[in-house]
């Protein structure tokens, strides 16, 4: 999917990175995170959110989605390897302390 996004584009480069782990020296910081169904799957979700706070540049945009409603929790989601759900509150408390701001 990555390589269609930036099929023709110049002046750009896209890296898939582990919210869990080190990037290699000197390829941050970025423009753009994008964390689309992804921190449902690890366990320290505000880490993984931290993680993306620190590898923005100051004025960057993290691009964050997730699955809602905790309540819907159920076996699909541990099929899938979620750890939750989320409700908007919930998710929005999770992003200033890391040094997310939050645009609606």
Do not use: K, N, Q
């Amino acid at each position: 999917m990555l390589e269609r996004l930036d099929r023709d584009r110049t002046g750009r480069e896209l890296y898939v990175a582990d919210l869990t782990r080190d990037l290699p020296g000197g390829i941050d910081p970025f423009d753009a995170v994008l964390a689309l169904d992804v921190i449902e799957h690890i366990d320290d979700d505000r880490g993984a959110i931290g993680w993306m706070a620190e590898h923005l540049r100051p004025g960057g945009v993290c691009l964050l989605t997730v699955p809602a409603y905790a309540w819907l929790f159920g076996e699909h989601d541990r099929a899938l390897g979620h750890f939750r759900r989320y409700y908007e509150a919930g998710l929005r408390r999770l992003l200033p302390p890391v040094g997310l701001p939050l645009a609606s």
